[in-house]
């Protein structure tokens, strides 16, 4: 009896542990989705260097110069510019490519509105795709394109 009891208990450890482990693993489009957040908050926040820490280290806009460097350069001109950023995205989907699970694509309608104060003094609307690379189980935005 007190071995058949012992035996439950560890049975019930052991399920549960089994359980937490599988609840603890990564979710990749848990994962990109957080990415895509991060990013949002980084700029809304006006911090280059969370939003740094997002790009991959071969980043590239639409044009040739449009490197990490030009990405730090126009945040930091941005963040300047703006007392108040605002990312508006009510249309947005990402998704991890079928193909390579490595790699994933977010296509959004994004409103970026600047202001000194409460009342938003700028506001533009892009169309823009951003592709992810998964490194060490982290998405890192490699390319951005817009229109």
Not at 27 to 38: E, F, Y
Not at 66 to 85: P, Q, Y
Not at 133 to 145: G, H, P, S, T, Y
Request: overall charge positive.
């Amino acid at each position: 009896m007190f071995f058949a009891t012992h035996l439950k208990r560890l049975g019930l450890i052991l399920s549960c542990a089994v359980l937490l482990a599988a609840c603890g693993r990564s979710d990749p489009q848990a994962a990109l989705d957080a990415a895509v957040g991060n990013l949002q908050a980084a700029l809304e926040k006006k911090d280059t260097g969370a939003a740094m820490a997002l790009l991959h280290p071969d980043f590239a806009g639409q044009q040739p110069e449009d490197n990490r460097e030009w990405a730090k350069k126009t945040m930091t001109l941005m963040f300047l510019r703006h007392k108040n950023i605002q990312i508006i995205a009510p249309l947005q989907k990402s998704w991890i490519d079928p193909q390579v699970s490595t790699r994933a694509f977010t296509d959004a309608q994004v409103t970026l509105t600047g202001a000194e104060g409460l009342i938003p003094d700028s506001a533009r609307q892009y169309r823009v795709t951003l592709e992810w690379r998964r490194l060490d189980k982290e998405w890192q935005l490699i390319r951005l394109q817009w229109e």
